[in-house]
């Protein structure tokens, strides 16, 4: 197949206005290396259109119809999930310069958004008809047509395996936190070494927000101590900790090798997890993995906080 569109010649007016600049394209190139050196190409087409979008804006909304195919030329989106019973969202991740989203609608017209899309940032999409549009862009333009192509399919598989990782994953810890009878600092420490060991990390950190001074957090749980549960008490920096304490604590030299996650429901926040690797970076699936784990962890400690609530209650009513 490859060798066969390698041989087709240039012949669309269209295409022949860019043929010196495609001509020394390696059909894998974008297939393996993403579509970022070539957004300027796609824009210049004829058959992508330009969308810009100011910070905070949505694009569509989960249940919406759009049918169109949307790759970032600049800028960065969150894609989000409305969770059940609630006004709030979820995001399940982000979309940067030369990634790709909409695809679904290669393949069928006017399905509803499962997700809503809005900017994080000031952005620049490009966008074309998934089915109509496509088609004609790849019969006009058959090598780079292809290409894109290719790789819309091994992105879409290697995010079909990510997702299956992440249900795995979940499903793991559901069972886990199934099988406590009861939920108390014990039991949450032993679901925190499960998600060490479910995501294959060499230590890992839980601060708690301090009941009392709101710009301090108090190291609970340190997996590299024999005694694990801790009472070290860090300033916060901002909205967390200042980094340069944190790095310390952690004795690594990159940002990637550690996870910091939001540990809370909605806009109550109990506390920050944080994952940390000596010798291995964490990549976007490791990140997407954690996130939704760390959904589960912060039910659990929800219910510790409210348990604990309420015993106070009671204990103080009995005063």
Do not use: W
């Not at 019969?139 to 990510?162: D, M, V």
């Not at 810890?173 to 600092?185: A, V």
């Not at 550690?258 to 429901?265: A, E, H, P, Q, S």
């Amino acid at each position: 197949m490859e060798k066969n569109i390698k041989n087709i010649e240039f012949n669309s007016p269209i295409l022949s206005n860019i043929k010196k600049q495609t001509s020394n394209i390696d059909i894998n190139t974008i297939a393996n290396n993403g579509l970022t050196k070539y957004l300027d190409l796609f824009e210049k087409s004829d058959f992508f259109e330009k969308k810009e979008l100011q910070k905070g804006s949505i694009l569509f909304k989960e249940g919406d119809i759009d049918n169109n195919l949307y790759i970032v030329k600049k800028g960065l989106l969150s894609i989000e999930k409305s969770l059940a019973n609630t006004k709030d969202t979820k995001q399940l991740a982000t979309l940067k310069t030369g990634d790709f989203f909409g695809e679904g609608s290669i393949d069928k017209s006017d399905i509803k958004k499962e997700v809503t899309i809005k900017t994080i940032e000031d952005s620049q999409l490009l966008y074309i008809d998934g089915k109509n549009g496509l088609q004609n862009f790849i019969e006009n333009n058959p090598i780079i047509g292809y290409s894109l192509l290719k790789h819309i399919i091994i992105t879409t598989n290697q995010r079909l395996l990510e997702s299956n990782k992440i249900i795995t994953n979940n499903y793991e810890i559901d069972k886990y936190i199934n099988s406590l009878k009861i939920i108390n600092l014990k039991n949450v420490f032993g679901l925190i070494d499960k998600i060490k060991d479910i995501l294959n990390v060499e230590y890992i950190l839980y601060f708690e927000k301090h009941q009392i001074m709101e710009s301090f957090l108090t190291l609970r749980y340190d997996s590299r101590e024999s005694n694990k549960m801790q009472e070290k008490v860090f300033e916060r920096a901002g909205y967390f900790l200042n980094l340069d304490d944190l790095f310390l604590e952690c004795n690594v030299d990159k940002k990637d090798k550690i996870i910091v996650n939001k540990l809370g429901i909605g806009n109550e926040v109990f506390g920050y997890l944080i994952l940390v690797r000596k010798n291995n970076i964490f990549n976007e699936s490791d990140k997407k993995s954690f996130s939704s784990i760390a959904n589960s962890l912060s039910g659990v400690i929800k219910k510790l906080f409210v348990d604990k609530e309420q015993r106070d209650k009671i204990y103080i009513e009995m005063i």
